[in-house]
C-alpha cells in the first residue's frame, strides 16, 4: 500500500498524470475508487487526516481498541446478497463477517425490554407478544418496509443516470419511494396506530440515522429497518478490517493513497474540474474529481467563490440542515465478555417513550443520566478480539450532544482546551456512566480507562463543520432534493459518500458504487468483471494445486 505523509511529497504527486482524484478515504470513497482502478483508471485518494478509512478506523489506547463508527451491518447474513457481494467484491473475498446472533438489537425504554430479532417473521411474531391487539398494524407495518425495500433500488438506481436521461424516466422510478419518504416517520406509524408505546419501539433504533419520529423521513426509517431484519453483522478482526481489505485491493491495482494530504482547493476552469490545490499549495491535475467530503463541504468550502453553482443546490443546502451531533464515551475493561456478562447484541435506552421530548432534552438536565444512550461492544462482537486483548473488554456509550454545546471551544487546539471543557466532559461521562452500568452492572470496579468524545472531536478529525456524523439530516425536505446524486453541474466534479445515499456503511457502499458506475464506460464494467472472472480463476488453480 503506498502511504505519503509528508506535505513535500504532494509535489511529486502533482508531477504525475491522474484520471481520477478522490478526496476522502470513507467506505464511499474508498469503493468508488477501488472500482476505477479496477478498471485501470489512475487513481489517487488523498487522505487530510493521518490514518485511512473515515469512519471504518479504529483506535487504540493501553492496550484497548475501538470502532469510531461502524457498530454492525445488516444484510451481510447470505453471501448472495447484494451489499456482501459488492463487499466481497471489493475487498477480493479477504473481508469477513460474524453474526451477532439471534437479538441484534435491545431497546429499554422507560425499564421496559424489547428485543429485535433476526427474520421478518420472528421479529414480527416477537412484536406480537409484546402487542398483542396490534397485529393489523404491525403486520401493514411489515408490508410498508417490504415495499420501501424494493422502490428504494429504484430511487438511488436512478441517480446513476445522465441528467437527460433523468429528466424522462426520474419520475417514475422515484415516485413510489417519494409518496412514503415526503412524510415524517410519526405521520405513517400514526396512520396505522394511536399506540404510542408500539410507534416508540418501532422507532427504538432511530439511533442509527439521527432523528426522531416527528422529524425523520419514513423513507430512511424504513429503509434503516429493513436493512437489519435479517440480522447484524460484524467484521472478523474489528471495524479497520474494512479499510485494510478495501486499500490492500485498491493499491494492487495501481492505485495510490496519500495521508495527511488535506485539499484545500477544487480547481475549475471553464466550468471544468481541472485538479486540486493542496494545503501545502502543490497543485494535482487530473479529469475527474470525486468529493467524499459531503455536499456541504464540498460546495461551500471546496469550490472557490466564483464557480457558479445552481440555485437548487443553494436553495438545498439552506433547505437541509446538519445531522445530529453525538458524545461517545469509549470503555475499556478490566476482564473478558464472558466473566463481564457482556453481550452482542446492542443497546437502545431511552428514559421514555417520547423520543422527541428525550432528544430535546438531551444531556442538558444535570440532575439525571442520559434521557437517551446506545450501548455497542464492539470486543463482544469480534471473535478475533480475544486473541489479540486477552483479559480486556471495550464498550462504547454514544447519546447525542447539541453542537451549540461546544460551540465556544471550536477554535481552541484538540486535547487543550480548558478547564470549563474537561469538567463538561467529566460530567457527560458520569451521565453515560449510569446508563452503562444499568445494562452492565458486573463491569461496576472494572473499567480501566474512559475517554470521552465530543461534537469538536469529529470536527477535529471528520471535518464536518457541527460535528455531525450523518452528513445532511434525513427529513422528507432531504429526499426531494434532486441535486443529491452523484454527478454535479460542474463537469469533472462528482460525490460519493451518504449525502447521496443514505447514512451507515451500506449506503456509503452502495454510494461509492453508484458515483463509479455514473462515471464508468460499458467497456470499464466489462473489464472489471473480466478482472474479477481471472482472479477467481487464479484461486481456484491454486486451491487445486494445494489440494494435489
Not at 441517480?159 to 412514503?180: A, D, N, V
Not at 460530567?427 to 475517554?451: F, M
Request: hydrophobic share 40%; with cysteine.
Amino acid at each position: 500500500m503506498t502511504l505519503i505523509y509528508t506535505p513535500h511529497v504532494h509535489q511529486t504527486l502533482a508531477a504525475r498524470e491522474w484520471d481520477a482524484i478522490v478526496i476522502g478515504s470513507g467506505l464511499g470513497g474508498m469503493t468508488s475508487a477501488s472500482l476505477l482502478a479496477l478498471a485501470g483508471k489512475r487513481v489517487l485518494i488523498l487522505e487530510r487526516h493521518y490514518v485511512p478509512g473515515g469512519f471504518t478506523h479504529t483506535f487504540t489506547r493501553k492496550g484497548f481498541e475501538w470502532d469510531v463508527g461502524v457498530h454492525y451491518v445488516g444484510q451481510l447474513d447470505k453471501p448472495g446478497n447484494i451489499l456482501r457481494r459488492v463487499f466481497d467484491f471489493i475487498s477480493e473475498g479477504k473481508l469477513h463477517w460474524a453474526s451477532m446472533g439471534s437479538v441484534y438489537d435491545r431497546a429499554i425504554i422507560a425499564g421496559d425490554s424489547f428485543d429485535f430479532v433476526a427474520g421478518a417473521e420472528n421479529q414480527l411474531q416477537r412484536l406480537l407478544t409484546y402487542f398483542p391487539t396490534e397485529e393489523r398494524a404491525l403486520r401493514q407495518y411489515f408490508k410498508l418496509l417490504k415495499s420501501v425495500g424494493k422502490t428504494s433500488a429504484w430511487f438511488f438506481g436512478e441517480k446513476t443516470m445522465p441528467f437527460w436521461l433523468s429528466r424522462i424516466l426520474g419520475f417514475f422510478l422515484r415516485r413510489k419511494f417519494e409518496k412514503l419518504a415526503s412524510q415524517t416517520t410519526y405521520e405513517v406509524l400514526s396512520s396505522l396506530t394511536q399506540n404510542e408505546r408500539l410507534i416508540a419501539v418501532l422507532c427504538a433504533q432511530c439511533g442509527n440515522y439521527g432523528l426522531t419520529p416527528k422529524k425523520s423521513s419514513f423513507g430512511i426509517h424504513a429503509v434503516v429497518v429493513e436493512h437489519y431484519l435479517g440480522g447484524g453483522s460484524y467484521p472478523v478482526g474489528g471495524a479497520s478490517r474494512i479499510q485494510e481489505t478495501f486499500l490492500a485491493a485498491f493499491t494492487a491495482n495501481g492505485g495510490e493513497l496519500a495521508l495527511k494530504a488535506e485539499v484545500a482547493e477544487i480547481l475549475v476552469e471553464r466550468g471544468r474540474v481541472i485538479g486540486v490545490r493542496m494545503q501545502s499549495g502543490d497543485t494535482i491535475f487530473c479529469r475527474t474529481v470525486i468529493s467524499n467530503a459531503g455536499a456541504r463541504n464540498t460546495f461551500t468550502r471546496l469550490l472557490a467563490a466564483d464557480v457558479e453553482i445552481p440555485n437548487e443546490v443553494r436553495a438545498g443546502l439552506d433547505e437541509v440542515k446538519a445531522s445530529t451531533s453525538h458524545i461517545c464515551l469509549y470503555v475499556g475493561l478490566n476482564g473478558t465478555d464472558d466473566e463481564l456478562e457482556i453481550s452482542k447484541n446492542n443497546t437502545w435506552i431511552y428514559d421514555r417513550y417520547d423520543f422527541d421530548a428525550g432528544f430535546e432534552e438531551g444531556l442538558l438536565d444535570s440532575d439525571r443520566p442520559a434521557a437517551f444512550a446506545y450501548i455497542s461492544c464492539p470486543s463482544a462482537k469480534d471473535p478475533a478480539w480475544a486473541a489479540k486483548h486477552p483479559g480486556k473488554a471495550t464498550i462504547q456509550v454514544i447519546s447525542v450532544l447539541s453542537y451549540e454545546t461546544v460551540k465556544k471551544w471550536e477554535a481552541l487546539p484538540w486535547m487543550r482546551r480548558g478547564e470549563e471543557y474537561a469538567a463538561l466532559k467529566k460530567n457527560l461521562t458520569e451521565k453515560l456512566l449510569q446508563r452503562l452500568y444499568e445494562a452492565y452492572p458486573r463491569i461496576r470496579g472494572r473499567v480501566e480507562y474512559c475517554e470521552l468524545s465530543t461534537p469538536l472531536s469529529t470536527r477535529h478529525f471528520m471535518n464536518y463543520g457541527q460535528g455531525e456524523i450523518y452528513g445532511l439530516e434525513h427529513t422528507p425536505e432531504r429526499f426531494r432534493q434532486r441535486w443529491l446524486r452523484p454527478q454535479t453541474a460542474v463537469k469533472g466534479l462528482f460525490l460519493t459518500g451518504q449525502d447521496i445515499v443514505t447514512v451507515g456503511a451500506g449506503g456509503a457502499l452502495m454510494s461509492g458504487v453508484v458515483t463509479a458506475l455514473r462515471i464508468m464506460s460499458v467497456l470499464d464494467v466489462v473489464k472489471i468483471l473480466r478482472k474479477r472472472v481471472e482472479l477467481r480463476r487464479q484461486r481456484g488453480n491454486v486451491a487445486s494445486n494445494e489440494k494435489n
